[in-house]
């Protein structure tokens, strides 16, 4: 399983007003599934961000593509793999299902505080 950031630009703010309620259903339901990690608006009301979690990039457009924002036109998307390292504070928040993680050993140079946790598959 890979991370996919997905940056969504508001391009037609009463298409988002009208479609935000189904959008976020649309979320909840991926989230369910385990395939959303994490979204949220961007504060200064530009559009938003949704941290998706899949096999692919094509697997992630696919979901994307249904979005209730995407489809209606309220936003425009750009999709970014993303090679995060989760610190020790978020990984119990990003552990999705039947997966551990561990930290990783400090390497030299870095703080003794700066560690990097990497996902252990069953």
């Not at 009208?18 to 991926?30: M, V």
Request: proline letters at 4%; aromatic letters at 6%.
């Amino acid at each position: 399983m890979s991370d996919f950031v997905v940056l969504l630009k508001t391009l037609d703010a009463d298409k988002v007003d009208a479609h935000r309620e189904t959008h976020i259903a649309f979320l909840e339901a991926l989230r369910a599934e385990g395939s959303v990690v994490a979204n949220g608006r961007l504060a200064d009301g530009s559009g938003g961000l949704v941290i998706y979690r899949g096999e692919s990039e094509a697997q992630i457009r696919a979901l994307v593509e249904n979005d209730p924002f995407v489809v209606s036109g309220a936003r425009s998307y750009e999709i970014r793999e993303w090679l995060v390292k989760w610190g020790p504070a978020a990984a119990s928040l990003a552990e999705p299902a039947g997966e551990t993680y561990r930290r990783a050993p400090s390497e030299e140079g870095r703080d003794a505080g700066d560690h990097d946790v990497q996902r252990e598959r069953p």
